[in-house]
């Protein structure tokens, strides 16, 4: 049963139980490749895990999207920059941040780098309605939201400070560091449909995720995660 909680309450509150997913395959029409490990036993956060993955494969495709191979230098060369393009703009470690963007690997790579700033990603779809992405901003209190045009930035207008992919230059980042953090701190905030009611937040730690995925490595074989299709939104946890 998963526990349902305000997520304000931060990066260090307690779920018992919730459905996860890989971030790194969290976006657009995009197929994981060479996800021929399980994450290290010791990483104990998602980004910790993926970026030890990219250090001894720097070269290996990291995903596709559409045509287009990023492989996980490029990948975490992006993450970087957005991790440190949050803390530049005076974003706390446990913070919540709002990520609202189109479909394509950059959004996956903005996922990543909010986790390697100690931050908890909350998923807007700029597609919903924007009554429901405005409560939604309303009810999480995020700390700030990135956004990749200029409908997501007035969707979010005046619910919290916005920051502009496009003004983010992974060219010059450096790797980033991780921000403390542990199995215990949160990953991301999925609103529920709101289908019986409001929308409800659920939060799911680092360790949820990481024991879905050493789990899923435990179950099929190479060839079976040789690839993984993201079809889903990103706002959708289908596990």
Known sequence: MDTRQDPAQGAHAHVEHAHVKHAHVDAADARSAHADRAPSADAHTLDAAIFANAAAHPGKVAMIDGTTQIDYAQLIAHASAVAEALDAR???????????????????????????????????????????????????????????????????????????????????????????????????????????????????????????????????DDEELEGVFAGASVCFDPS
Not at 121 to 137: C, S
Not at 164 to 173: K, L, P
Not at 205 to 211: Q, S, T, Y
């Open 90 to 220: 005076g974003v706390a470690p446990g913070s919540l941040v709002g990520v609202c963007m189109e479909r394509r690997w950059t959004l996956a790579a903005t996922l990543l780098g909010v986790l390697r700033a100690g931050c908890a990603y909350v998923p807007l779809d700029p597609a919903y309605p924007a009554a429901r992405v405005r409560d939604m901003l309303r009810h999480a209190r995020v700390a700030a939201v990135v956004v990749d045009h200029d409908d997501a930035a007035a969707l979010c207008a005046g619910l919290a400070p916005c920051i502009r992919h496009e003004a983010i230059d992974a060219g010059q980042a450096r790797i980033a560091d991780a921000a403390p953090s542990s199995g215990l701190d949160l990953a991301y905030v999925i609103y529920t449909s709101g289908s019986t009611g409001r929308p409800k937040g659920v939060a799911v730690e680092h360790r949820a995720v990481l024991a879905m995925i050493r789990a899923m490595r435990r179950l099929l």
